[in-house]
Nanobody
Framework: VQLVESGGGLVQPGGSLRLSCVAS????????MSWYRQAPGKNRELVAR????????IFADTMKGRFTISRDNAKNTVYLQMKSLKPEDTAVYFC????????WGQGTQVTVSS
């Protein structure tokens, strides 16, 4: 199983980014997928989860209305669309799934700064 994130970078406050996570090594369409993030000095936190059926949930109130999770099973890819980004969204964003054990991507850095 391999999860490879991309799409991070430096963006100004108020800007947008779309993160991608390409999965391989398992039947992608059968598994729930999640995005987590970890800011410097803080614990890793759950950002969003999408079920195998495509039902997405954003977990933190501070992200609702700004973040959207989606998936494309034909491309084995899960996305995190982020808009109206704030400096406090600065973190490393990780893709995650579980199938007999936990699997994490290497992470992609998102920096929101002017």
């Amino acid at each position: 199983v391999q999860l490879v994130e991309s799409g991070g970078g430096l963006v100004q406050p108020g800007g947008s980014l779309r993160l991608s996570c390409v999965a391989s090594g398992f039947t992608f369409s059968r598994l729930d997928m999640s995005w987590y993030r970890q800011a410097p000095g803080k614990n890793r936190e759950l950002v969003a989860r999408i079920s195998s059926a495509g039902l997405g949930t954003i977990f933190a109130d501070t992200m609702k209305g700004r973040f959207t999770i989606s998936r494309d099973n034909a491309k084995n890819t899960v996305y995190l669309q982020m808009k109206s980004l704030k400096p406090e969204d600065t973190a490393v964003y990780f893709c995650y799934t579980t199938w007999f054990r936990d699997y994490w991507g290497q992470g992609t850095q998102v920096t929101v700064s002017s």
